[in-house]
């Protein structure tokens, strides 16, 4: 049976190969209501392949995704209209204004324009580029763009996010303050968020942490649970001793 409020994201044995390759290898886990959860693992662990099955853009070979009850491949509308997700290779149209590109995403929801105006100012608002909504995206740095691509994928108030790598290429400072707003939003909103990334100081922030190396879970839990197990005293540590063969690599 279905329960009532099903999890943002329940993986149960998701598989993916690219030829004798098993880009994602048997994979299960999930992300509840209101939890940051971090996908940390190197270059070529299987995150963005991950990410793909569940935005609908790869088809698995095996195993399901379900977001908010709804499985990806059976019934991939309705999952889709409750995650949004912000890709590793930065998706805004550079020539469009950042309203442009927010609209953009609100007529791809079928959001009414009154409604869709009301949720582009709140958002604009809310991460202080009211000033910037006329500018073409081209003339804004990488960590405003970034926080463009966010305010996007937040306007059709999603259950789920998904943000892969989101923080490459921008200062530390702007990277800190991406990461503060999308672990607040998640409380705020009970949203579920998984956050890829390849560096060990940004899954610190998590409520849980997922390790993956190599296409398949090395670890799922706390980051104090995956030091006290590994015998290390830092995550970087931790992390590296449970990557190891894939380091050497
Ligand atoms: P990550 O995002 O963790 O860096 P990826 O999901 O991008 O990892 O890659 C996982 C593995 O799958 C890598 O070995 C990569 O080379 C391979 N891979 C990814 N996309 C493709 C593709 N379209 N065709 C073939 N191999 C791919
Ligand atoms: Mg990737």
Known sequence: MTPLFPDPLVIDKLSKNFGARKAVDNVSFSV??????????????????????????FVADGGSARVTGHDIGRDPIKALADLSIVFQQPALDLDLSVQANC???????????AEAQ??????????????????????????????VELARALLSQP????????????????????????KALCRERAMGVLWATHLVDEAEAADRIV?????????????????????????????????????KA
Do not use: Y
Request: proline share 2%; charged share 20%; net charge positive.
């Open 159 to 182: 259950q789920l996010l998904l943000m892969d790598e989101a923080t490459v290429g921008i200062d530390p400072a702007s990277r800190a303050a991406i990461i503060a707003d999308v």
């Open 103 to 113: 609209r953009f995403q609100t007529d791809l929801h079928g959001i009414a324009r």
């Open 32 to 57: 509840a209501a209101g939890e940051f959860v971090a996908l940390l693992g190197p270059n070529g662990a299987g995150k963005s392949t991950l990410f793909q099955i569940l935005s609908g853009l």
């Open 211 to 247: 390790v993956m190396a190599a296409g398949s879970v090395r670890f799922d839990g706390a980051a104090t649970e995956l030091m006290k197990q590994s015998g290390h005293g830092t995550l970087l540590d931790a992390f590296l001793h449970l990557t190891k063969a894939e380091a």
């Open 118 to 147: 009301q949720r582009i100012n709140h958002w604009l608002e809310r991460f202080k580029l009211s000033d910037r909504a006329n500018d073409a995206c081209r003339n804004l740095s990488g960590g405003t763009r970034r926080k």
